[in-house]
C-alpha cells in the first residue's frame, strides 16, 4: 500500500512537472562571473580585468570561463529535470551569473533548493519610461566647441540602447550626408539582417543591431503576425532616444506638411548600438533586458542608455539592488560601462521611480522653457485658452460647433456627454460637415484606449473644419501635452474654460420638446498653434517624472539613497520616430540623453 501511494505521488509530481503552467524564472548562481572572477576555480585563469584595462572577450581564458559557466547551468538543469519538460532561453555569464528558463513553479520551488542557487524568480515585464534642446542647455556655446563642434561631438563613442529598436532609414541615422564614419575597433557587436529587405541593419553610424525575445516568444505574449522577429522599430521609443542621444545634427522637422525647425542628437557624431527588448503591444520582459545589457557590455558600448524599466520594485529579492537587472546594472559599471536609466513616468508622487541601483545615473524628465499653446475663439468674443499644435481655421474664420452627441446617427437627447470621438462611423458626416466637432475628454485617454490622433483622424474623416476636446472633469495627475495634428484641433485643459465652452454652445443651440438639436448657432475659431513661445526659463521637474527617495524592497521602505541623481529634458521633444510608431515624434515621455 506504502508503495502504491509513493507511486501515486511520483506520477502527480511528473504531471504537475509536465502538464504545470510554465512561466519564465531568472536563476542567479553562486560564483563570479566574467568581469568580475579573480580566479579560485581550478583550471580556469582569473579574467577580471580594472577599470584602466579593456577586457579581450575573444581571449582563450575568457572564452573558457564563459563556457565553464554555461556547461554549468545545462548540467545542474539535467541533473534535476528530464529533458523536454523545461527550456533554457539564456545563459548569463558576462555580468551575471546565472541562466534565464522557462518551467513549472514547481520545478522553480525545487530548483531553489539545490546546491550553488541564489535565488530563482519570476520574470516581470519592464515598460518604456519616455530641435530647440541644445541650444536650451547651451551645448551650441559650451560642450560642442570643446569636442570639435558639432560634426564631431562623440565621435568613436558607442552608445548602447535597450529599447524597442531602430527604424534604420530615418535621416537622423543617414550617412548620406555626413563625413565618413571609420571603424571603431573596440566595438565587437554584430548586426543582424533584415528578413524582408534582406539588408544589414547597420551603415556606420549604426554598428551594432540585435533583438531579444526569447522570454516574450516563451510567455507566448509575442505575436509575428504584429510584431518584428528584427531590431526594426516597431513602437517608435527606441528611434526616438537614439535621435535624441547620437542622431544627426540638421535635420528638418516636417509633420503633416509643416517645419517645426531642426534637429539633432546631443552627441550628433557618437555611434548608435541597438539592443531590442520592447515590443509595440506588452513591452518586454526582464530576462530578455538582461540577455541584451550582457550581450552589450560584451560587444563593448561606452554608454548604455535605459528608457526601460520595471512596474515595480522587485518582490523575490530580499532588496532592490540584488534583482538581476540591477545585478547586471553593477557588473556593467564595474566594467567601465556608463549607465543612465529613465526614473520612471510615476510621478508627481513620492516614491515611484522605478531606477533602484545606486551605481546608476538615474536621469528624472525636465520641462524645458517651450510651450506649443493654442486659444479658441468663441462666437460671442471670450477666448479660452487651450493646447495645439495645428493650423488656425480656414482663412483665420470662425465656423459653425456641434457637439459628438449633437452628431449622433439616430440623435440624441442629452444636451452633453463625455463622447470621445473615436468611431467616426457613429457620427452622422451631413451635420457634422464644415463644422467643429466638439468632442469630450474622458478616462478613455488617460487609459490609452482613446488618444487626440484619433478625433483629428475621425474629423477629418466627416469633413470638418476642425475640432474641440474639451476636458469636463478634472483627473489628478494627469498632464495634457500637444499633439501635432494635421487640422485645426484644440484641447480645452481647464475645467472652468470647458464649462464656459459648454454653456456658450447649449445657450446658442434651439433644441425641440424631446431634446434633440435643431437649430446650430454657436461659432468658433481656431488659432495657430504651429509656432512655440520660448519663456527663457529654467528646466523644471516634469509633472510625471518619478520621484524620489529610492526604495530598498517591496515593503517601499526607505533606501537611504536620493534619487534622481540628474535632470534633463524629457518632454514634447523632437526627434525621429518609427513609421510604425504608436504615438507622435513629438513624445512625451521620458528619455536619457
Not at 134 to 156: H, K, M, N, S
Not at 271 to 298: E, N
Request: proline share 6%.
Amino acid at each position: 500500500m506504502k508503495g502504491l501511494c509513493l507511486a501515486c505521488f511520483l506520477l502527480a509530481f511528473v504531471l504537475q512537472v509536465v502538464l504545470g503552467t510554465h512561466d519564465v524564472y531568472i536563476v542567479t548562481m553562486e560564483g563570479d562571473p566574467v568581469v568580475s572572477y579573480r580566479g579560485g576555480v581550478e583550471g580556469f585563469p582569473a579574467t577580471a580585468v580594472d577599470l584602466d584595462e579593456e577586457m579581450e572577450i575573444t581571449s582563450e581564458s575568457v572564452v573558457s570561463y564563459s563556457l565553464h559557466l554555461q556547461r554549468h547551468h545545462e548540467k545542474l538543469l539535467d541533473s534535476l529535470f528530464v529533458a523536454g519538460t523545461y527550456e533554457k532561453l539564456y545563459s548569463y555569464h558576462h555580468l551575471i551569473n546565472g541562466f534565464a528558463v522557462h518551467m513549472t513553479s514547481l520545478q522553480a520551488d525545487f530548483l531553489r533548493k539545490a546546491p550553488g542557487v541564489k535565488y530563482v524568480e519570476r520574470d516581470t515585464k519592464i515598460q518604456k519610461l519616455t530641435i530647440h534642446t541644445p541650444q536650451f542647455l547651451g551645448l551650441t556655446t559650451g560642450v560642442w566647441p570643446t569636442g570639435g563642434g558639432f560634426d564631431r561631438a562623440g565621435e568613436d563613442v558607442v552608445i548602447g540602447f535597450v529599447d524597442s529598436g531602430i527604424y534604420p532609414q530615418h535621416p537622423s541615422f543617414s550617412t548620406h550626408k555626413t563625413d565618413p564614419y571609420g571603424p571603431v575597433p573596440h566595438y565587437k557587436g554584430k548586426c543582424e539582417i533584415d528578413p524582408v529587405s534582406r539588408r544589414s541593419f547597420c551603415n556606420g553610424k549604426i554598428v551594432g543591431a540585435q533583438h531579444f525575445a526569447k522570454a516574450a516568444i516563451a510567455a507566448g505574449a509575442f505575436d509575428p503576425d504584429v510584431e518584428f522577429a528584427s531590431p526594426l522599430d516597431g513602437d517608435g521609443h527606441g528611434s526616438h532616444t537614439a535621435a535624441i542621444a547620437a542622431g544627426n545634427n540638421g535635420i528638418p522637422v516636417r509633420m503633416h506638411g509643416y517645419e517645426f525647425g531642426k534637429a539633432s542628437g546631443m552627441a550628433p557624431r557618437a555611434r548608435i548600438a541597438v539592443y531590442k527588448v520592447l515590443y509595440r503591444l506588452f513591452g518586454g520582459y526582464v530576462s530578455d533586458v538582461v540577455a541584451a545589457i550582457d550581450q552589450a557590455v560584451q560587444d563593448g558600448v561606452d554608454i548604455l542608455n535605459l528608457s526601460v524599466g520595471p512596474n515595480s520594485p522587485p518582490t523575490a529579492t530580499r532588496t532592490t539592488f540584488l534583482n538581476p537587472f540591477d545585478a547586471a546594472l553593477l557588473s556593467a559599471v564595474k566594467a567601465g560601462v556608463f549607465v543612465a536609466q529613465a526614473a520612471g513616468n510615476g510621478g508627481p508622487f513620492p516614491k515611484t521611480l522605478v531606477s533602484f541601483s545606486p551605481w546608476i545615473t538615474t536621469v528624472a524628465a525636465g520641462v524645458d522653457d517651450r510651450r506649443y499653446k493654442n486659444h479658441l475663439i468663441l462666437g460671442n468674443g471670450k477666448l479660452l485658452p487651450g493646447l495645439g499644435v495645428s493650423p488656425a481655421t480656414h482663412g483665420n474664420k470662425s465656423f459653425g460647433l456641434i457637439s459628438a452627441t449633437d452628431a449622433l446617427l439616430g440623435s440624441s437627447t442629452t444636451k452633453y456627454s463625455a463622447l470621445d470621438c473615436q468611431r467616426p462611423e457613429l457620427l452622422n458626416k451631413r451635420k457634422v460637415q464644415g463644422k467643429i466637432l466638439l468632442c469630450g475628454y474622458s478616462y478613455n485617454y488617460i487609459s490609452g484606449t482613446a488618444s487626440i490622433k484619433k478625433v483629428s483622424q475621425t474629423a477629418r474623416s466627416l469633413g470638418a473644419a476642425g475640432f474641440v476636446v474639451a476636458v469636463e472633469s478634472s483627473y489628478p495627475g494627469t498632464k495634457f501635452d500637444p499633439v501635432p495634428v494635421n487640422i485645426p484641433g484644440i484641447l480645452i485643459t481647464d475645467v472652468s474654460r470647458t464649462k464656459d465652452l459648454i454653456d456658450y454652445y447649449n445657450s446658442s443651440t434651439t433644441r425641440d420638446w424631446a431634446g434633440r438639436a435643431t437649430v446650430f448657432q454657436a461659432t468658433v475659431g481656431i488659432a495657430d498653434g504651429l509656432a512655440p513661445t520660448l519663456f527663457n526659463s529654467a528646466p523644471q521637474v516634469a509633472l510625471f517624472s518619478s520621484r524620489g527617495p529610492d526604495v530598498k524592497d517591496f515593503s517601499f521602505q526607505d533606501a537611504d539613497v536620493l534619487k534622481p541623481d540628474i535632470l534633463a529634458p524629457g518632454n514634447l521633444i523632437w526627434a525621429a520616430w518609427a513609421p510604425n510608431g504608436t504615438d507622435e515624434a513629438n513624445y512625451a515621455g521620458m528619455f536619457l540623453s
